[in-house]
C-alpha cells in the first residue's frame, strides 16, 4: 500500500492549477491527530498539502491568525518549514514559536485569542514517528474534522493567499509568567525533573531558577534522538534512571515527560512511579476539598478507586473515552474543571486554561506536597494492572476489537461499557481492550478484587483473544499482579 501511495503521489496531477494530488495515508489520519513514521508513510509534501489544506479550510471560515510550533525530533523542522509554507499559500498569518512544548501552542492560543494552532510532534512516540495536533479557536481539531482534511488534501481543494509567517519571542516569558502566578511552593522539598531530551528543558529551567526548593534536572538538552531514554515516561522501564536516583539522593518526588510536555508521569519519594489515575486521585481530592460537588473526568482506562474516591469526597466522576481531544470536549460540555487520563495528561481549567499541560500538572503536584510532604507516597492501590500494550498491526487492532465485541454480545449476564473499546464489568473486576490511537497496539487493563480474582479474569480473557493474538497467555503472565 505505501509503494501504491507514492507512486500515486508522482503521477497524479490534479486540477486546472496544476497542483499535485496527495494522498494522505489512512494510517496516519488518528481520531485526535495525524501522526505517522517519517520516511515512511509520512512526507515533507504531506506536510505542505496538509498546511494549504488546513489554511484553505481557516479561510472559508474567514479566520487567517494562527501559530505553529514544533518539537526537537530530527525531522521537525522540514516538516513545519513546509507546513508553515502551505499555510501562508493559503493565506494564514502563521506565528512561528520555533521549538517548544505542545502547551506553550496551547497558551499562545488562548492568550493570543488565536483563530488556530498546529504543533508538529511526535509526542511520546519513538524518534522516527512524527505528526500535527490541531486547536480551532480554543477547541480542538479531531475526527471527522481530520477526515475532511484528508478529503481536501486529496482533491487538492485549496485556495490562493497571501499569507505571512511571523516570528513572536515574548510568549515564553508570558507563559511563565502566569503559569507560576498564584502559585506558593515549600522551600525544602527536593524535585527531580526528568525532561528526556524533549522540548521542556527550557521552561523547567526557568521555573526552578524561581520557586524555592532543591531542584535536579535530568537529560535537559533537547536531542532528536533521544539518547539517555525513550521519549514515553508512561513505561516504567524508561524512567529507571529517575526512578533511582530520586530514592537514593532521598528525593521527595520525580516528574518525567514525554517529548513534547503534555504528559506528566510522577515518581513518589521511594522511587516508585504512580499510575496517572493514582495522580488524578490525589490532584482530584486535593480540588474537591475547594470545590465541593465538581465534577471530574477521567478515561475509560481508570481504576474503580478513583471513581469511588471521587465520589467518597463529594464529586461527580464522569467516564469518557481516551484521548486528550475527547476529554478536552467532555470538559467544556459537562463543565468539569479537571480531568485527566491514564496516559499521563491532566487537565486544569480551575486556575488555568483547560488543556493538558505537564508542567503546570507538576506544579499543581508540588503545591499539594507543600502542605502534605506525604500526599503521594504509599498510596492504596487494589490488585490492577498497568496498561498493557500488545503489538498489533495498525489495520487489524480495530477488527480484533470488534470480533472480541461480537463473542462478548452473544454471551449472557455480560455488562460491557462501550465508550472506548469494550469495558467488561464482572462481580469480581473488569477489564478493558481498545486499540491505541497512537501507536500500533491493542491496549488491555484489568482490575480485580482479589488477586485470585485476578488469576481467573486473565483467564476469561485468553479466551477471548486466544485465536486473535498468540502469546496472549504469555503476555498476562508477564504482569506481576
Known amino acids: 500500500m505505501r509503494i501504491l501511495n507514492k507512486i500515486w503521489n508522482f503521477l497524479c496531477m490534479s486540477n486546472e492549477e496544476n497542483e499535485v494530488s496527495h494522498i494522505l495515508s489512512t494510517e496516519i489520519l488518528r481520531d485526535y491527530d495525524i501522526r505517522g513514521i517519517f520516511g515512511e508513510n509520512l512526507f515533507a509534501d504531506n506536510a505542505y498539502a496538509i498546511g494549504r489544506a488546513f489554511g484553505t479550510f481557516i479561510g472559508r471560515k474567514n479566520l487567517r491568525k494562527m501559530c505553529v510550533g514544533c518539537d526537537c525530533r530530527n525531522s521537525s523542522d522540514e516538516l513545519t518549514r513546509n507546513l508553515i509554507d502551505g499555510l501562508t499559500s493559503s493565506g494564514a498569518e502563521v506565528i512561528s514559536l520555533g521549538i517548544c512544548h505542545t502547551p506553550m501552542m496551547y497558551y499562545c492560543v488562548h492568550k493570543l485569542e488565536l483563530d488556530a494552532g498546529i504543533m508538529v510532534t511526535g509526542s511520546h512516540n519513538s524518534p522516527e514517528y512524527n505528526g500535527f495536533k490541531f486547536m480551532l479557536g480554543i477547541d480542538p481539531f479531531y475526527g471527522e474534522d481530520l477526515k475532511m482534511l484528508g478529503d481536501m488534501v486529496l482533491s487538492c481543494d485549496f485556495i490562493d493567499g497571501n499569507g505571512r509567517e511571523i516570528v513572536l519571542n515574548r510568549i515564553f516569558s508570558s507563559y511563565l509568567y502566569d503559569l507560576l502566578e498564584g502559585f506558593s511552593f515549600s522551600d525544602d522539598v527536593k524535585v527531580a525533573w526528568d525532561i528526556g531530551n524533549g522540548t521542556t528543558g527550557n521552561i523547567v529551567k526557568a521555573i526552578t531558577a524561581k520557586i524555592p526548593g532543591k531542584h535536579h534536572i535530568l537529560f535537559e538538552e533537547m536531542d532528536g534522538n533521544f539518547p539517555n531514554r525513550s521519549p514515553d515516561p508512561t513505561v516504567a522501564s524508561n524512567i529507571e534512571y529517575l526512578s533511582k536516583f530520586v ?96 496516559s499521563g495528561h491532566f487537565f486544569f481549567k480551575d486556575r488555568w486554561f483547560g488543556f493538558d499541560d505537564g508542567v503546570y500538572a507538576a506544579l499543581r503536584c508540588l503545591e499539594i506536597i507543600g502542605n502534605d510532604p506525604d500526599a503521594f507516597n504509599n498510596l492504596a492501590y487494589g490488585f490492577v494492572t498497568p496498561e498493557i500494550y500488545i503489538t498489533c498491526k495498525e489495520e487489524k487492532k480495530f477488527a480484533i476489537v470488534n470480533t472480541v465485541r461480537h463473542r462478548l454480545e452473544r454471551e449472557k449476564n455480560v455488562d460491557i461499557i462501550e465508550i472506548d473499546g469494550v469495558r467488561v464489568v464482572m462481580d469480581n473486576g473488569w ?11 491493542l491496549s488491555l487493563r484489568i482490575e480485580a478484587n482479589s488477586l ?20 496472549i497467555a504469555e503476555i498476562l503472565k508477564n504482569e506481576n499482579i
Open 247 to 342: 530514592s537514593y539522593n532521598g528525593f521527595d518526588v520525580g516528574f518525567a515527560f514525554d517529548c513534547d510536555g503534555d504528559r506528566l508521569v510522577v515518581v513518589d519519594s521511594n522511587g516508585k512511579m504512580l499510575f496517572s489515575d493514582q495522580v488524578l486521585e490525589v490532584l482530584a481530592v486535593d480540588f474537591l476539598r475547594k470545590n465541593p460537588g465538581a465534577q471530574v473526568v477521567a478515561d475509560v482506562k481508570s481504576c474503580n478507586q478513583l471513581f469511588s474516591t471521587i465520589k467518597k469526597h463529594g464529586g461527580i466522576g464522569i467516564m469518557e473515552r481516551s484521548g486528550h481531544s475527547f476529554i478536552k470536549t467532555r470538559m467544556k460540555t459537562s463543565g468539569a474543571l479537571l480531568a485527566g487520563e491514564m
Open 431 to 441: 477489564w478493558l481492550l481498545r486499540a491505541s490511537n497512537t501507536q500500533n497496539a
Open 452 to 471: 485470585d480474582d485476578m488469576k481467573k479474569i486473565k483467564a476469561k480473557i485468553e479466551t477471548y483473544l486466544i485465536k486473535d493474538i498468540n502469546n
